[in-house]
């Protein structure tokens, strides 16, 4: 499909204003002309065809209409990568925003700092965002103002900062033909140009985050129906993106060519169409998984049924490998396989490649659990609980004036002295970032009587950025980019270190390695950052622009093309197991 001009905006577009929370509505100003059908041509050889040569019209029900002062930042939870959204699309249920709020509770690890649902009611578009837990955001009373059996929801995570209340999704505007929400997980590195050529042309933005240039992208295309207006839009995009739309009558799941981040479908026993970013939420509200929505792929789900169109030609997909090393929860299946499984083999691994004399073995809560498992029963010696974690700290604490050694760590983590005590300890954690919260780990083992710590790390070591919707630290504040096995060994003072081998856990995978994305292990991108520079996250640290875009620098990282890592996985290899 050719490309449309952007010489010409068809209209302005308008979302929510910045307060606590936000309600907004947005009328139909005109009729919106109904997808009869259309299809768009016949995939290529690299087009996954299932996605597209097929119209299975299921009958689906048709919506029915329904009337702190001083916080510091706790620095230890930036240790870890953090996965930036969650999305969630419901069709045809009479209860669809309780079910999104359901929903997003599940999904609320892949975004903690914002969330929002929109729902459809009498041919309007009703919006309720905030800042905080999904259980902050929303009630008993707000649910009540989301009536309607088609919404869409979304979790949000900001980098560092303030949270502004205008960057949460789902985002809502009005153009010409209609009005249409969109929720997006995933991040575009073309984003400052699309957006410089938008302005160029006279539109005007209301937020900092990468996700309104794709309505501003549905709104200036000429082409008809809506459908086409986002099958357009896609064709501008590069980058990451999983992204659920509605309209006053459609609900459309859209995954980039690559699929980079997760987006499944499922069916709910009245015959309710459910997307989401995981499984888990699915199970919540007793939707049965049917299938992923297939990288390249756009669902269309109206009172027609449902229709799957092929978005555009892709190559070989390359789904994010983190999601099962740490990002999705362990009762998730993500791109057809069990996070649970995936976990629990990268610690029979370690066991099997890394083997260490020990008397127990402990895992890093929450996300080292699984690993752990799988070490304990491949090596053949007992796990158990060695640190507890408090599940009531939230982001931010007051710190006693009086300053107590690691007190961040101690604050999450307690440590268990009748495990530890005169033991041999193995303890086994998804990752190694900056490895300062892995020192102080270590630290506080040692201090609770561990005789020896062990440590063993259940991904390869990461040496590049992330640039498709993982909030990563700069390459040159990654610890394995900087320093080799040993000396990462010695930064964090455990006994030994080793990571999982990255020959071994492509071997795992099989056949379906090359469908992975491995750029933070490889600093190989599939789809190169060629801006000077590129967000990390979907958006600024601060969206109260005064000046440029360039003048923000805060959610921005430098990019050169290609990004090079300081150290090549050969030379990560080759340094192996230290003790």
Partial sequence: MAATSLSNLSSSLSSTAAATTTTTALSKPSSLPLFHNKTLPKPTATTITRAATSHNHNPIPKPQQHQHSSPFSFSDDDEKPREECGVVGIYGDPEASRLCYLA??????????????VTVNNNVLQSITGVGLVSDVFNESKLDQLSGSLAIGHVRYSTAGQSMLKNVQPFVAGYRFGSVGVAHNGNLVNYRTLRAKLEDNG??????????????????SKHRPFILRIVDACEKLEGAYSMVFVTEDKLVAVRDPFGFRPLVMGRRSNGSVVFASETCALDLIEATYERE??????????????????????PQPKQCIFEHIYFALPNS??????????????GEILATESPVDCDVVIAVPDSGVVAALGYAAKAGVPFQQGLIRSHYVGRTFIEPSQKIRDFGVKLKLSPVRAVLEGKRVVVVDDSIVRGTTSSKIVRLLKEAGAKEVHMRIASPPIIGSCYYGVDTPSSEELISNRMSVEEIRDFIGSDSLAFLPFDSLRNLLGHESPKFCYACFSGKYPVEPRELKVKRVGDF????????????????????TPPQPTRTPKEVKAAGTVF
């Fill in 333 to 346: 299946v993500v791109f057809g396989r069990s996070v649970y499984e995936s976990r629990r083999q990268f």
């Fill in 104 to 117: 997003l509770h599940a999904l609320q690890h892949r975004g903690q700092e914002g969330a929002g649902i």
């Fill in 541 to 560: 640290v601060d969206d109260g622009l005064n000046g440029s875009l360039e003048t923000i620098d805060g959610g921005w990282v430098q990019a050169t």
């Fill in 203 to 220: 539109s005007i933005f209301n937020t900092t985050s990468d996700t309104e240039v794709v309505l501003h992208l549905i709104a200036t």
């Fill in 293 to 314: 929505v297939y990288p390249g792929e756009v669902i269309v789900v109206d009172n027609n049924g449902i229709q799957s169109l092929c978005l555009m030609s892709h």
